[in-house]
């Protein structure tokens, strides 16, 4: 994963010229797998010279592929060289200055730790959006997605999802880290010193812990009209000091009149309160606490 190389260290390396051919190949994209040299040269309108030593450069650091397609020289963005562009384009917005060491990593993104103006730290989610874990994504749920769209754009929108979603619910006082920003498939958020809550972390009050996240739930239900759909141990992360649990990962969310909602949101509380109820010993009753995410019951 590109988290294992010093994405800072390969940033700081860019000049302005290569960030240009990064962003004519970006736009060549939108007809082109891999853009020939002929459209760089036409959209940067650099010398020849000056786009072939970028392009070895680029290609050294493994932030574009390059291919001969009928005898011409061709390229192509890889992850690694979108993150640059979305990491630029932060920063020239004064989102971020510096990006820090990587602190997980999911089955689709890889976070990081990074410092925003004012020594701020903040979270950076890259989408690792992948042909496999697409089609299975696909396969569960809708996102919404055109199949002809490229992996990038599948990120790229992923990423915008993940945004537009949690801005919302932070707007109703539900527990999710505060969106900051995005940038093509980059995701900036507020950071939580927290734990996540596969690894078992011990609670002072398991019950009120449950019923935070199931108020998230009910929130993004009733007032966002959204089901996460896809709520686990794996993406609820507990500020231990708090005691309080943040809920993530909102890119696959589905509409309240998505057919597959109620199934969806029946298996995120059947999922939650389990999980409780095994590792805490929490007793709630599945049903109960489903009708009250609904908006059905008032208490569980």
């Given at each position: 994963?590109?988290?294992?190389?010093k994405i800072?260290?390969?940033?700081?390396?860019?000049t302005?010229?290569?960030?240009?051919?990064?962003?004519?190949?970006?736009r060549?994209?939108?007809?082109?797998?891999y853009?020939?040299?002929?459209?760089i040269?036409?959209?940067?309108r650099?010398p020849?010279?000056?786009?072939v030593?970028?392009?070895?450069?680029?290609?050294?650091?493994?932030?574009?592929?390059?291919?001969?397609?009928?005898?011409?020289?061709?390229?192509?963005?890889?992850?690694?060289?979108?993150?640059?562009l979305?990491?630029?384009?932060?920063?020239k917005?004064?989102i971020?200055?510096?990006?820090?060491d990587?602190?997980?990593?999911?089955?689709e993104?890889e976070?990081?730790?990074?410092?925003?103006?004012?020594?701020i730290?903040v979270?950076?989610?890259f989408?690792?959006?992948?042909?496999t874990?697409?089609r299975?994504?696909?396969?569960?749920?809708?996102?919404?997605f055109?199949?002809?769209?490229?992996w990038?754009?599948?990120a790229?929108?992923?990423?915008?999802?993940?945004?537009k979603?949690?801005?919302?619910?932070?707007?109703v006082?539900?527990?999710?880290?505060?969106?900051?920003?995005?940038?093509?498939?980059?995701v900036?958020?507020?950071?939580?010193?927290?734990?996540?809550l596969?690894?078992r972390?011990?609670?002072?009050?398991p019950?009120?812990?449950?019923?935070?996240?199931?108020?998230?739930?009910?929130k993004?239900?009733?007032?966002?009209?959204?089901?996460?759909?896809?709520l686990?141990?794996?993406n609820?992360?507990?500020?231990?000091?708090?005691?309080?649990?943040?809920?993530?990962?909102?890119p696959?969310?589905?509409?309240?009149?998505?057919p597959?909602?109620?199934?969806?949101?029946?298996?995120?509380?059947e999922?939650?309160?389990r999980?409780?109820?095994?590792?805490?010993?929490?007793?709630?009753?599945?049903?109960?606490a489903?009708?009250y995410?609904?908006?059905e019951?008032?208490?569980?």
């Open positions: 994963m590109f988290g294992l190389v800072g260290i390969i940033y700081k390396q860019l302005a010229r290569d960030f240009k051919v990064l962003e004519a190949i970006e060549g994209h939108s007809k082109y797998e853009v020939p040299l002929e459209i040269e036409k959209y940067t650099l020849e010279q000056h786009i030593l970028s392009l070895s450069k680029l290609h050294r650091l493994s932030l574009v592929k390059r291919k001969s397609i009928s005898g011409y020289k061709s390229f192509r963005l890889t992850y690694l060289g979108l993150d640059m979305a990491l630029n384009s932060l920063v917005k004064n971020i200055e510096a990006l820090g990587r602190i997980g990593v999911g089955k993104s976070i990081f730790k990074a410092i925003a103006p004012g020594n730290l979270a950076v989610k989408m690792r959006i992948g042909r874990s697409f299975r994504t696909r396969i569960v749920r809708s996102w919404g055109d199949p002809r769209l490229d990038f754009k599948q790229k929108t992923a990423a915008e999802r993940e945004f979603a949690t801005h919302e619910l932070f707007l006082g539900a527990d999710v880290p505060r969106p900051l920003a995005f940038n093509r498939h980059v900036v958020t507020e950071f939580i010193s927290g734990v996540e596969y690894r972390p011990q609670l002072n009050n019950e009120s812990a449950l019923d935070r996240i199931l108020n998230t739930l009910r993004a239900y009733l007032e966002v009209g959204i089901i996460h759909g896809d686990s141990e794996y609820v992360i507990v500020d231990i000091e708090k005691d309080k649990p943040y809920i993530i990962d909102w696959q969310y589905v509409y309240r009149d998505d597959m909602a109620d199934h969806l949101l029946r298996r995120d509380v999922y939650i309160v999980f409780f109820n095994k590792h805490y010993k929490v007793r709630v009753d599945v049903e109960k489903y009708l995410v609904r908006g019951y008032e208490h569980y």
